[in-house]
């Protein structure tokens, strides 16, 4: 899909508010509502949106501990691999993971928790008794500089 000028003005302002009504959004960019509405629509069925979501403060909610954590696994093989992804997937302390190269590890991991106590469950009670987990290296995060930042649109 090739955008124009308008539907990245549409992508800018929607990573900004998520909840800008049609109409703002139409004033905004500069087209009516109609022609607004179709174009969103256009990159929501094109997959480019994908969904809309709240930002919220993981501190207000006690969750003032984040861990970028590194894993390194015994094989690599495609159902080890699967079998932590599905793994992983239900632990709902790890906000992010992603399969790495060029470094030791195989994945990244972004977790938050409460406390060291609360990580601590989490790290033994649950992802170092994944079938496959060979190597784990933990970093706690001091103070979170540049987060959910809007993705570039050139």
Wanted: proline share 3%; net charge negative.
């Amino acid at each position: 899909m090739i955008l124009d000028s308008y539907d990245k003005a549409i992508l800018r302002a929607i990573q900004e508010d998520g909840k800008i009504t049609n109409q703002d959004l139409a004033d905004l960019v500069g087209l009516s509502p109609s022609a607004c509405l179709r174009r969103v629509k256009v990159l929501e069925d094109s997959g480019i949106v994908s969904s809309y979501k709240g930002i919220l403060n993981s501190n207000k909610l006690g969750l003032s501990l984040m861990a970028i954590v590194s894993i390194s696994m015994d094989k690599h093989t495609t159902e080890r691999f699967d079998f932590f992804e599905k793994q992983i997937a239900i632990i709902p302390e790890v906000i992010e993971c992603l399969l790495i190269t060029g470094q030791s590890a195989d994945y990244m991991l972004k977790i938050l928790v409460t406390d060291l106590e609360h990580y601590h469950q989490i790290l033994l009670g649950k992802i170092t008794k994944i079938p496959g987990v060979s190597g784990v290296h933990s970093s706690f995060v001091l103070n979170r500089i540049i987060e959910n930042r809007p993705i570039p649109i050139y």
